[in-house]
C-alpha cells in the first residue's frame, strides 16, 4: 500500500520570520498538520492554514514533554493518515536538530519526506549581534558544538575539549549554557587563554535578543549578573570581541 502523505523537515530559523525561507513559509501556509518545537515562534506558526492540526512536541534541555520516538511515530502517523506535514524546527533540521533522526524513521516506514534548511542560530545569532564567525585577521575555522555533554561525569562525554581549546577556530556552543562553568574551564585547562573573549546571545534574532560579554575566565560571573539564560549560543574566540564595534540590531 502506497502512503500518500509527506513530511517536511523544515528549519524555522533562529526566531526572526524574515529569515524563514520562501519554501518554508509556502509549506507552513499549505500543510494539514504542523509538528514544532518551543522554539518555532508563535508568529511563524500563525502562518498555518485555519483547519491545520498544530500539535506542540516542544523540547528543550531538562523539558522533553515528548520522548523523540514518540515523535518520530506522530510523523509516521500523520503520514500515513495521508496529511501534508511540517515538522517545524528552531534554526536548521540537521544542526543539533534530530532531523537525521527523524529522517532515518520516514524512510524505514516508506514515508516520503524532503529536508528543507533554516538559517542555523550560529549564523543567525552571531550576524545579529556583529560577531564574524569567521575573518582572516583571527581565524579561518569555525566549529559548531553541543554543550549538553557532561564535563563532570568524562565517562559520559565525547567531546574532546582539549583538541577544540587547541584548534584556535571560532568555537559556537549551542544548549551549554547548564554546562558554561565546566566548559570554560575545559577549554582553559586545555590551552585556550583565560582572556579569550566570549559573548553570550540570548534569543537571537528577536527583539528580545540580549547578549554578555567577557572572557573565558568572567563569563559565568558574567551570565549571572545579568540573568540571560537559555535559548543562547555561547561564542568563543577572538571574534568575539568585535560584538562592540560591529553590533547593528540592539543599536535601534
Sequence with gaps: MS???IVYLVGAGPGDPDLVTRKAERLIRSCDALV?????????REWAKPGCAHI??????G???VPQPEIEQILVRLAVEGKSVVRLKGG???VFGRGGEEAATLKKAGIRYEIVPGVTAAL????????PLTDRRWTRAVTFISGHERIDHPEDDRTDWSLHARSGATLVLYMAMGRLSEISVALIQGGRAATEPV?????GTTRAQRCVTGTLATIVESVKASGIGAPAV???????GMHEELAWFDQG
Design 92 to 94: 536548521d533540521p540537521f
Design 63 to 65: 523539558y522533553h514533554s
Design 234 to 240: 555561547v561564542i568563543v574566540g577572538s571574534v568575539a
Design 124 to 131: 543567525g545569532c552571531a550576524a545579529y549581534a556583529g560577531v
Design 36 to 44: 514544532y518545537d518551543y522554539l518555532a515562534s508563535e508568529e511563524i
Design 3 to 5: 502512503i500518500s502523505g
Design 56 to 61: 506542540c512536541v516542544g523540547k528543550r534541555a
Design 199 to 203: 559573548i553570550v546571545i540570548e534569543r
